[in-house]
T-cell receptor
Framework: RKEVEQDPGPFNVPEGATVAFNCTYS??????FFWYRQDCRKEPKLLMS???SGNEDGRFTAQLNRASQYISLLIRDSKLSDSATYLC?????????????FGTGTRLTIIP | GAGVSQSPSNKVTEKGKDVELRCDPI?????LYWYRQSLGQGLEFLIY????????KSGLPSDRFSAERTGGSVSTLTIQRTQQEDSAVYLC????????????FGDGTRLSIL
C-alpha cells in the first residue's frame, strides 16, 4: 500500500461546480498535511496547509480526519484557472528527520 | 522576496557525461530537499538536508547521484555518467525547520540525456 494515495482522476468538472477530492495516508505518525497544486510543466505551489479543525481559504476548504486517516479538499464555484493537478502532502518525523511524502496527484480539468 | 532559485533551467547533455545542478534556497531556510519528476509521474524524493545534520540520502537511486550543501545554503546535485533514464525535471525545495512548515519549490532544472 502506498504511504499516500490519491485518485488520479481525471476529474472533468463544469465551471461553477463544486468538486472534492480525498487523500488517504497510511502512517498514523503523520502530523502535518498540505495541499499543493501543480500546473503542467511547472513546479508544485503551496495551496494551503490543513489544520486539525479544518480551514478555509476563499473558495477552498481543507479537512482532516485523523481517525480515518484522510484529508480532503473542496473547491467551490470552480474557475477555469483551477485546472491543475492537486498534490496531497504528508509530513512526519522519522528518527529526527522531517520526512514528506507526496501523493501522485489528482488531475482536475474545469470545462467552460 | 526571492524564492528558491535553480540553475540551469534546462540542460541537454550526452549520455555518459557528468552534470551538476544548483539550488539556492530561500534565505534562512534550514531544510533543503531534492526531488525528481519524470514526465507525467509523481515526485520522487532524492535527498534531504537539515542544518548541519547528516543528510538523508535514502532516496538517491544509485551511487552515480550525490549532493552536497556548502555552508548550510547552496546545494549542488551531481549526476555522474548520466544515463537516458536520468532525464527528468529535478526540483529543489526549501523550508524552515518544523513539521508545520511547508516547502517552497524552485522552478526546476529540466535535464535531457541524449
Amino acid at each position: 500500500r502506498k504511504e499516500v494515495e490519491q485518485d488520479p482522476g481525471p476529474f472533468n468538472v463544469p465551471e461553477g461546480a463544486t468538486v472534492a477530492f480525498n487523500c488517504t495516508y497510511s502512517n498514523s505518525a503523520s502530523q502535518s498535511f498540505f495541499w499543493y497544486r501543480q500546473d503542467c510543466r511547472k513546479e508544485p505551489k503551496l495551496l494551503m496547509s490543513v489544520y486539525s479543525s479544518g480551514n478555509e481559504d476563499g473558495r477552498f476548504t481543507a479537512q482532516l480526519n485523523r481517525a480515518s486517516q484522510y484529508i480532503s479538499l473542496l473547491i467551490r464555484d470552480s474557475k477555469l484557472s483551477d485546472s491543475a493537478t492537486y498534490l496531497c502532502v504528508v509530513k512526519y518525523r522519522n528518527f529526527g528527520n522531517e520526512k514528506l511524502t507526496f501523493g501522485t496527484g489528482t488531475r482536475l480539468t474545469i470545462i467552460p | 522576496g526571492a524564492g528558491v532559485s535553480q540553475s540551469p533551467s534546462n540542460k541537454v547533455t550526452e549520455k555518459g557525461k557528468d552534470v551538476e545542478l544548483r539550488c539556492d534556497p530561500i534565505s534562512g531556510h534550514t531544510a533543503l530537499y531534492w526531488y525528481r519528476q519524470s514526465l507525467g509521474q509523481g515526485l520522487e524524493f532524492l535527498i534531504y538536508f537539515q542544518g548541519n545534520s547528516a543528510p538523508d540520502k535514502s532516496g538517491l537511486p544509485s551511487d552515480r547521484f550525490s549532493a552536497e550543501r556548502t555552508g548550510g545554503s547552496v546545494s549542488t546535485l551531481t549526476i555522474q555518467r548520466t544515463q537516458q533514464e536520468d532525464s527528468a525535471v529535478y526540483l529543489c525545495a526549501s523550508s524552515l525547520k518544523g513539521l508545520n512548515q511547508p516547502q517552497h519549490f524552485g522552478d526546476g532544472t529540466r535535464l535531457s540525456i541524449l
